[in-house]
C-alpha cells in the first residue's frame, strides 16, 4: 500500500511539475513562445530543428525526432541515476524481506489500533535499522533537472516555424493523428508491463490499476496535441523502454549483488521493540521467580562447601 501511494504521488508531483514549468513558456500575441525555459532551452532547440530540416534538407518530423534523440542521450544518466536510487531501496527491500515480515504480520492480525501503530512504529524502527529509507528512491533533483528539457522538447516541436506545415511519412504535423496517439499507447503501456515485471508477485495486483494511468493519459492528451508533438513523445517512449530494459537487464543485478555484499560482511539487524508488553501470566511469573531464586541458594550453598574444602 505504501509503494502505492508513493507511485501515485510521484506521478502527482511529476504532472506538477510539468505544468508548472509549462507555465514558464508563454505565447506572445504574434504567436511565439516566450519565457525563461523557452529562451535558454527551447530556442536552441528550436533552431537545431530548423537546422535538420532546411539547412540539411531532412524534413521537420526527421528533424523533431533526431533533436529528441539528441536530448534524451544527454539527459539519460539522470534518468538512469534516478531509476538506480528508486531500484536500490527496492531491491534491498526485497533482500530483507524475512526481517520485516514477521513486523508485517502483527501489523496484518493487530486487532486494536494501539497494536498496529506499535507494529509500524516497529517496522520504520527496523527499517531506520537496516538504512531503508522509503523516500530515499523518489528521487526528486534529477526529475526537477530532466522537466526544463521536456518542457522546451514540448514547446520547440509545436512551436518550430515550419513545423505546423510540413508532413512526415504522410503524417499532417500540424494536425491530430489517431494512428501516431494509439502507437504511444501501447508504446507507453509496454512500458508500464515492464516495470511490474521487477517486481514480487504480491505486490503486482496492488500496481496493475496503475499500470493505465499512463496510457490512458496519454490517449487523452494526445487527442488534442498536434502530429508534431506526438512524435517527440513516440521518441521519448521508446526511450523509456530502453531505459526501463537497462533497469531491469543491468541495474537491478548489479545492486542485488551489491546488496548481498553489504549484508554479508554487515548481516541485517534485527530490530527488538523495547515496547511490547510483559504478558506472562502472574502465577508462572512467581514459579519462574521461585525457581530462579532456589537457583541462586543452591549455587551459594556450592560455594561455600568448596571454600570450606
Known amino acids: 500500500m505504501n509503494k502505492k501511494l508513493n507511485r501515485v504521488l510521484l506521478s502527482g508531483l511529476s504532472l506538477s511539475l510539468l505544468l508548472t514549468l509549462s507555465g514558464c513558456v508563454s505565447v506572445d500575441s504574434s504567436g511565439n513562445p516566450t519565457g525563461t525555459v523557452w529562451n535558454i532551452l527551447g530556442e536552441p532547440m528550436a533552431k537545431l530543428i530548423q537546422y535538420f530540416a532546411n539547412n540539411m534538407g531532412l524534413g521537420f518530423g526527421l528533424a523533431i525526432i533526431l533533436v529528441t534523440v539528441i536530448v534524451r542521450l544527454i539527459i539519460l544518466p539522470l534518468g538512469l541515476y534516478q531509476s538506480w536510487k528508486a531500484s536500490y531501496q527496492s531491491e534491498k527491500m526485497a533482500f530483507l524481506k524475512p526481517v520485516f ?157 551489491r546488496i548481498e555484499e553489504e549484508f554479508k560482511n554487515n548481516p541485517p539487524k534485527t530490530y527488538k521493540s523495547t515496547s511490547r508488553k510483559d504478558v506472562t501470566p502472574n502465577a508462572n511469573k512467581a514459579q519462574l521467580n521461585n525457581t530462579n531464586n532456589q537457583a541462586r541458594k543452591a549455587k551459594r550453598n556450592a560455594g561455600k562447601q568448596r571454600k570450606r574444602r
Open 101 to 257: 515480515e514477521p513486523i508485517n504480520e502483527r501489523m496484518r492480525n493487530a486487532t486494536t489500533q494501539e497494536e498496529k501503530a506499535a507494529a509500524q512504529m516497529e517496522l520504520m524502527a527496523a527499517q531506520r535499522e537496516n538504512g531503508i529509507n522509503m523516500l530515499g528512491g523518489m528521487g526528486c533533483l534529477p526529475l526537477l533537472i530532466q522537466m526544463p528539457f521536456f518542457s522546451a522538447l514540448y514547446f520547440a516541436a509545436q512551436y518550430t516555424q515550419g513545423v505546423s506545415e510540413s508532413t512526415f511519412m504522410g503524417i499532417d504535423l500540424g494536425t491530430r493523428s489517431i494512428p501516431l496517439t494509439a502507437v504511444i499507447a501501447i508504446l507507453y503501456l509496454f512500458q508500464s508491463w515492464l516495470s511490474m515485471q521487477g517486481v514480487a508477485e504480491e505486490q503486482r495486483a496492488a500496481m496493475r490499476g496503475t499500470m493505465y494511468v499512463m496510457p490512458l493519459m496519454m490517449v487523452f492528451m494526445g487527442m488534442g496535441m498536434s502530429a508534431s508533438v506526438l512524435l517527440y513523445w513516440l521518441v521519448g517512449g521508446i526511450f523509456s523502454i530502453f531505459q526501463q530494459l537497462i533497469t531491469m537487464f543491468v541495474i537491478k543485478p548489479r545492486l542485488r549483488h
